[in-house]
């Protein structure tokens, strides 16, 4: 194993009913840094965060979390990571305050040290006025934070957190943000899933991207946007022919393939604001209308649908949709 | 021993902050306790009937009650609504060792079947049942009470951990009503008909309760003590045994 905060050699998970949840991955963060996983549901984020966290043994390959082994050296890991997962873990019974000073004493910490440990973290997580109520009142920001300084009460050299912000409104999602970036600053390593790209963009210092239990990039958010070569002209159709469009611009200068997307067709190209005239005339020429010509550079997004073939926003999305349908 | 501690704090805490889980099962035991006396008190008046030792009927059914009282499933469905809302996962990959959070839980059994049975022997006594075994007498009947309902809870507990479903641990409690009624409940072992006389022999829930009575109605009797003792710590050994097997292979 190397030296640095996670490494994973050919890690795998099956599950019963032939289920490849996570498929002889490697992984290596190094010690200090954001690392962003990042996946749509069901991708295996949340499996292999159990692994590393020692909830899970893997089915074959090793993993090592700050040095040690996740599942020879399991009681020592747990001593040194913290742990935030998708699932929050709050019992409703207890105050936010009960709930810490317990933690505390999980790791060790006990007395006066536990009490003023918790005084400070409730403050970190700006609970101090809620915090000797019940958590089953707490809204779901609340609960997160609440979460998050429950998995820092030992300062934790490696952090683990699950979909941080999934379910938070924008204000909360930025709180949470902020978090995560004073505790990496405070020296520790934050390993943490997503499917948000902005998230992994404005987070992360480096992203790993998984499909299907199989990581199919990964890079900093930089080196994989650049790796990309190109930029995006996105036509929206209003009422123009798909089929018509996209064969009307198919001798684009710098074409490279063309995606189609609702009411709209996206062109990759390899200079986005350069081709527009060309865009123009030729749609002029075959004399469709189409609504707006808009030109972006590689996002996140795109990185995931090359290697993917999918979007990921639109099914996380949807995800939220239908968990708001359900709420 | 500090986390089995700070665990079964935390436990008891939450029965004391959930009384609405805890007021049914103190209606139970009164319920049959009111009822079963009404029932058959007259049919077996204290001044004729030998096995009552000069007392009522009330005498004779509280060690019954007093089972109803302690044998619940609540530390199984605490259990099980930790594992479905993920505050287990938080407390497993928390530095503790995992047996913690069984003996954790048991110690909270032990705290409320202290507290139920103490409230359901003051009931008996209050409806006229007299502890001819005493002060120290009622205390050991408290305290076989509780330590029966810790052995108990490994069922709940165990059930919990293997089925990680909470209507499967909540049906758990019913397990407990063939047990409870296949031992000599109404009558002694000598009244009932052949067959039940076996079954009710064969079941060790039957010599608790024979002890539990002894204790009530005729002093101390050292060999139905040891018995009940015996079940008691049989009965606790092997379910926690099986508990703490589960809870270590849970997820490995």
Same mark, same amino acid.
Request: proline share 4%; net charge negative; aromatic share 6%.
């Given at each position: 194993m190397n030296?640095g905060?996670i490494a994973a050699v050919s890690l795998r998970?099956?599950?019963?009913?032939?289920?490849?949840?996570v498929r002889d991955i490697d992984l290596s963060v190094?010690?200090?840094?954001?690392?962003?996983?990042?996946?749509?549901?069901?991708?295996?984020?949340?499996?292999t965060?159990?692994?590393?966290?020692?909830?899970?043994?893997p089915?074959a390959g090793t993993a090592s979390?700050?040095?040690?082994?996740?599942?020879?050296?399991?009681?020592?890991?747990?001593?040194?990571?913290?742990?935030?997962?998708?699932?929050?873990?709050?019992?409703?019974?207890?105050?936010?305050?009960?709930?810490?000073?317990?933690?505390?004493?999980?790791?060790?910490?006990?007395?006066?040290?536990?009490?003023?440990?918790?005084?400070?973290?409730?403050?970190?997580?700006?609970?101090?006025?809620?915090?000797?109520?019940?958590?089953?009142?707490?809204?779901?920001?609340?609960?997160?934070?609440?979460?998050?300084?429950?998995?820092?009460?030992?300062?934790?050299?490696?952090?683990?957190?699950?979909?941080?912000?999934?379910?938070?409104?924008?204000?909360?999602?930025?709180?949470?943000?902020?978090?995560?970036?004073?505790?990496?600053?405070?020296?520790?390593?934050?390993?943490?899933?997503?499917?948000?790209?902005?998230?992994?963009?404005?987070?992360?210092?480096?992203?790993a991207?998984i499909?299907?239990g199989l990581i199919v990039?990964e890079?900093?958010?930089?080196?994989?946007?650049?790796?990309?070569?190109?930029? %995006?002209?996105?036509?929206?159709?209003?009422?123009?022919?798909?089929?018509?469009?996209?064969?009307?611009?198919?001798?684009?200068?710098?074409?490279?393939? %063309?995606?189609?997307?609702?009411?709209?067709?996206?062109?990759?190209?390899?200079?986005?604001?350069?081709?527009?005239?060309?865009?123009?005339?030729?749609?002029?020429?075959?004399?469709?209308?189409?609504?707006?010509?808009?030109?972006?550079?590689?996002?996140?997004?795109?990185?995931?649908?090359?290697?993917?073939?999918?979007?990921?926003?639109?099914?996380?999305?949807?995800?939220?949709?239908?968990?708001?349908?359900?709420? | 021993?500090?986390?089995?501690?700070?665990?079964?704090?935390?436990?008891?805490?939450?029965?004391?902050?959930?009384?609405?889980?805890? /007021?049914?099962?103190?209606?139970?035991?009164?319920?049959?306790?009111?009822?079963? $006396?009404?029932?058959?008190?007259?049919?077996?008046?204290?001044?004729?009937?030998?096995?009552?030792?000069?007392?009522?009927?009330?005498?004779?059914?509280?060690?019954?009650?007093?089972?109803?009282?302690?044998?619940?499933?609540?530390?199984?469905?605490?259990?099980?609504?930790?594992?479905? =809302?993920?505050?287990?996962?938080?407390? *497993?990959?928390?530095?503790?060792?995992?047996?913690?959070? $069984?003996?954790?839980?048991?110690?909270?059994?032990?705290?409320?079947?202290?507290?139920?049975?103490?409230?359901?022997?003051?009931?008996?006594?209050?409806?006229?049942?007299?502890?001819?075994?005493?002060?120290?007498?009622?205390?050991?009947?408290?305290? *076989?009470?509780?330590?029966?309902?810790?052995?108990?809870?490994?069922?709940? /507990?165990?059930?919990?951990?293997?089925?990680?479903?909470?209507?499967?641990?909540?049906?758990?409690?019913?397990?407990?009503?063939?047990?409870?009624?296949?031992?000599?409940?109404?009558?002694?072992?000598?009244?009932?008909?052949?067959?039940?006389?076996?079954?009710?022999?064969? =079941?060790?829930?039957?010599?608790? $309760?024979?002890?539990?009575?002894?204790?009530?109605?005729?002093?101390?009797?050292?060999?139905?003590?040891?018995?009940?003792?015996?079940? $008691?710590?049989?009965?606790?050994?092997?379910?926690?045994?099986?508990?703490?097997?589960?809870?270590?292979?849970?997820?490995?």
């Amino acid at each position: 194993m190397n030296g640095g905060a996670i490494a994973a050699v050919s890690l795998r998970r099956d599950f019963k009913g032939g289920i490849e949840a996570v498929r002889d991955i490697d992984l290596s963060v190094s010690a200090g840094e954001i690392f962003g996983f990042l996946g749509p549901n069901g991708a295996g984020k949340t499996t292999t965060v159990r692994m590393l966290c020692t909830l899970l043994p893997p089915t074959a390959g090793t993993a090592s979390v700050a040095g040690l082994d996740v599942v020879r050296d399991g009681a020592e890991i747990r001593r040194r990571i913290g742990v935030a997962l998708q699932e929050i873990g709050l019992d409703p019974v207890q105050t936010g305050r009960e709930l810490l000073e317990l933690q505390c004493g999980l790791y060790g910490i006990t007395g006066q040290r536990a009490r003023s440990r918790t005084e400070e973290l409730l403050e970190l997580v700006g609970l101090a006025d809620a915090a000797d109520r019940r958590t089953k009142t707490y809204s779901g920001g609340m609960k997160r934070r609440l979460d998050l300084a429950s998995a820092l009460v030992h300062s934790p050299t490696v952090l683990f957190l699950d979909e941080p912000t999934t379910g938070l409104d924008p204000a909360s999602r930025l709180t949470v943000w902020e978090e995560v970036r004073r505790i990496n600053a405070g020296g520790a390593t934050v390993f943490l899933t997503t499917q948000y790209l902005e998230e992994a963009d404005k987070l992360c210092d480096r992203v790993a991207i998984i499909d299907d239990g199989l990581i199919v990039a990964e890079g900093t958010p930089e080196q994989l946007k650049a790796e990309m070569g190109h930029d %995006v002209v996105s036509v929206s159709l209003e009422g123009a022919d798909p089929e018509e469009t996209a064969f009307a611009l198919a001798g684009l200068p710098g074409l490279q393939r %063309v995606v189609a997307e609702p009411d709209a067709l996206a062109f990759y190209v390899d200079d986005g604001a350069g081709s527009i005239p060309e865009i123009v005339r030729l749609l002029d020429r075959e004399g469709i209308r189409v609504g707006a010509l808009t030109v972006s550079r590689p996002t996140l997004d795109d990185v995931f649908l090359k290697a993917t073939g999918r979007r990921l926003e639109e099914e996380g999305q949807e995800r939220e949709l239908e968990e708001a349908a359900a709420r | 021993m500090t986390e089995v501690l700070l665990l079964g704090r935390r436990a008891v805490r939450e029965v004391v902050r959930y009384p609405e889980a805890t /007021i049914p099962t103190l209606f139970i035991p009164l319920f049959f306790l009111a009822v079963n $006396i009404g029932q058959v008190s007259k049919t077996f008046p204290s001044s004729t009937t030998p096995f009552l030792n000069g007392q009522g009927y009330v005498a004779f059914q509280l060690p019954v009650s007093l089972m109803f009282a302690v044998a619940t499933a609540t530390s199984g469905l605490a259990l099980v609504t930790e594992i479905d =809302n993920g505050y287990f996962d938080k407390l *497993l990959v928390a530095p503790i060792r995992r047996s913690s959070l $069984i003996f954790g839980r048991l110690t909270a059994d032990l705290v409320r079947g202290i507290a139920a049975s103490a409230f359901v022997l003051v009931a008996g006594i209050a409806l006229g049942a007299r502890i001819q075994s005493g002060v120290a007498g009622a205390l050991v009947i408290v305290l *076989l009470s509780a330590l029966f309902g810790v052995a108990y809870a490994g069922f709940g /507990i165990l059930i919990a951990l293997r089925t990680r479903n909470v209507q499967a641990t909540n049906t758990s409690f019913l397990l407990f009503f063939p047990l409870l009624f296949l031992t000599p409940n109404f009558v002694p072992f000598d009244r009932l008909s052949p067959l039940m006389e076996t079954l009710a022999r064969i =079941n060790p829930v039957s010599y608790v $309760i024979v002890g539990l009575r002894s204790l009530v109605i005729d002093g101390w009797d050292a060999g139905k003590i040891g018995a009940a003792v015996l079940v $008691i710590a049989a009965m606790g050994t092997v379910l926690t045994a099986l508990s703490l097997r589960a809870i270590a292979t849970y997820d490995r």
